[in-house]
């Protein structure tokens, strides 16, 4: 069992940077690919980032290249998306999940988090 806890959200102008985080509870966390899925009003989950348990490995969707990073620390049961280069269409709220596999698939996740709200003025 993974309990997850995301922070770090809130309102940003645009062109700022914001990092979220999230902690997770559990002696397993570093076993756990972990994703990033931000859900804006009336749109459904898309992943924009993944990282497997390792921290090797990390995926990004293509309107976030360049711009998110995805990391992890597990002796801190803590996964962190760095957000530079904000626009309003990133207004979201931002999903931490966690699960056996890398992908962009929600459904293949096994954990969720409660979400951090993301603002992007303009």
């Known amino acids: 069992q993974v309990q997850l806890v995301e922070s770090g959200g809130g309102m940003v102008q645009a062109g700022g940077p914001l990092r979220l985080s999230c902690a997770a509870s559990?002696?397993?966390?570093?076993?756990?690919?972990m994703g990033w899925f931000p859900q804006a009003p009336g749109k459904e989950r898309e992943c924009v980032a993944n990282?497997?348990?390792?921290?090797?490995?990390?995926s990004y969707a293509n309107p976030v290249k360049g711009r998110f990073t995805i990391t992890r620390d597990n002796g801190k049961n803590t996964v962190y998306l760095q957000m530079n280069g904000l626009t309003p269409e990133h207004t979201a709220v931002y999903f931490c999940?966690?699960?056996?596999?890398?992908?962009?698939?929600?459904?293949?996740?096994?954990?969720w988090g409660q979400g951090t709200q993301v603002t992007v003025s303009s």
């Open positions: 999940t966690a699960g056996g596999a890398i992908t962009t698939r929600p459904y293949q996740y096994d954990y």
């Open positions: 990282i497997a348990w390792t921290g090797w490995k990390t």
């Open positions: 559990g002696r397993t966390f570093s076993s756990y690919d």
